[in-house]
């Protein structure tokens, strides 16, 4: 057997000897840089529709409002009120953990998001705070605008800290990820609804698969959740951002560090959805309907 290369750092011909008998680190370099490349040269992937339902009319309008719950799921493409995506195994894990058993348990599942929604009492207080302050000023309030409007209504400051660092660390993420194009910096969360609302869409569609309604109650259930939900939001990135924020917030209760936003983001899919290149039904179709 042939002896390892010995590395004298005085001698070129040694050092050069070395570096080639570590053949396997540059192999592995080497795939490294070449996947990054492929990635970076290959499109981006684009949004599929199902064939059977429009793409254009209202009803594709209204039910894009759930793109991002139908597609993170995922139960079937974006229009497809059907969600006919759902095998057997994903149908039972879907009725356990939302615990839809029946078709009462599916509409009150649905009238829960688009009530109480996925509420904490004390940051819907600070989120109004902000609109309020962003609607004087004109403009997105800075960090410690907010902060100062939040203690002046009496809440306690260490507590409207922590939640005006999460909220604003995660917008940023959300911003550098999905493109200042769409997330303009004119946009900021004043309401987390975002993600029950999509929840709610998604659920519709989930309700159809597992028998509980068929397509034209689901039509009509979803355009009641568009009509309500709408007058909340600007545009599809408003609502993508209050989605997604939401999203992040809810499943790390708050507490948002680099980790946690990287377990709970939804920015590709967000990205997607609002790039004409892509086919996303966010970027041709209308907010106001």
């Known amino acids: 057997m042939r002896?390892?290369?010995?590395?004298?750092?005085?001698?070129?011909?040694?050092?050069?000897?070395?570096?080639?008998?570590?053949?396997?680190?540059?192999?592995?370099?080497?795939?490294?840089?070449?996947?990054?490349?492929?990635?970076?040269?290959?499109?981006?992937?684009?949004?599929?529709?199902?064939?059977?339902?429009?793409?254009?009319?209202?009803?594709?309008?209204e039910l894009a409002l759930g793109f991002l719950q139908i597609v993170n799921l995922p139960s079937g493409h974006w229009n497809d009120p059907t969600a006919s995506a759902l095998g057997d195994r994903e149908k039972k894990v879907l009725v356990e953990q939302w615990g839809v058993y029946s078709r009462q348990d599916w509409l009150d599942n649905i009238e829960r998001l688009v009530t109480v929604r996925?509420?904490?009492?004390?940051?819907?207080?600070?989120?109004?705070?902000?609109?309020?302050?962003?609607?004087?000023?004109?403009?997105?309030?800075?960090?410690?605008?907010?902060?100062n409007a939040i203690?002046?209504?009496?809440?306690?400051?260490?507590?409207?800290?922590?939640?005006?660092?999460?909220?604003?660390?995660?917008?940023?993420?959300?911003?550098?990820?999905?493109?200042?194009?769409?997330?303009?910096?004119?946009l900021y969360v004043?309401?987390?609804?975002?993600?029950?609302?999509?929840?709610?869409?998604?659920?519709?569609?989930?309700?159809?698969?597992?028998g509980h309604g068929d397509i034209p109650e689901a039509r009509q259930i979803i355009h009641r959740i568009n009509e309500e939900a709408r007058p909340a939001f600007s545009s599809w990135a408003d609502f993508g951002l209050s989605y997604n924020v939401g999203?992040?917030?809810?499943?790390?209760?708050?507490?948002?560090?680099?980790?946690?936003f990287e377990k709970f983001e939804g920015c590709n899919d967000f990205q997607a959805a609002a790039t004409a290149k892509r086919n996303g039904p966010w970027a041709t179709l209308p907010w106001r309907l």
């Open 190 to 210: 004043k309401t987390l609804d975002g993600y029950a609302i999509g929840q709610a869409v998604g659920m519709t569609t989930w309700g159809v698969a597992l």
């Open 118 to 147: 996925r509420r904490r009492e004390m940051w819907v207080l600070y989120l109004a705070v902000r609109a309020q302050l962003g609607e004087r000023l004109g403009r997105a309030p800075k960090a410690k605008e907010w902060l």
């Open 3 to 61: 002896p390892a290369a010995r590395l004298d750092l005085n001698d070129l011909g040694s050092l050069l000897e070395w570096l080639v008998a570590q053949w396997w680190v540059w192999a592995i370099v080497g795939a490294v840089v070449l996947f990054f490349i492929v990635i970076w040269i290959l499109p981006a992937s684009k949004v599929k529709a199902d064939e059977r339902f429009s793409t254009t009319d209202r009803e594709a309008n």
């Open 247 to 260: 999203r992040v917030m809810h499943w790390s209760d708050g507490n948002v560090d680099e980790k946690a």
């Open 151 to 186: 203690v002046a209504e009496g809440g306690d400051k260490r507590d409207a800290r922590a939640f005006v660092t999460a909220i604003e660390y995660t917008e940023a993420q959300v911003r550098k990820r999905v493109g200042k194009d769409i997330v303009t910096p004119d």
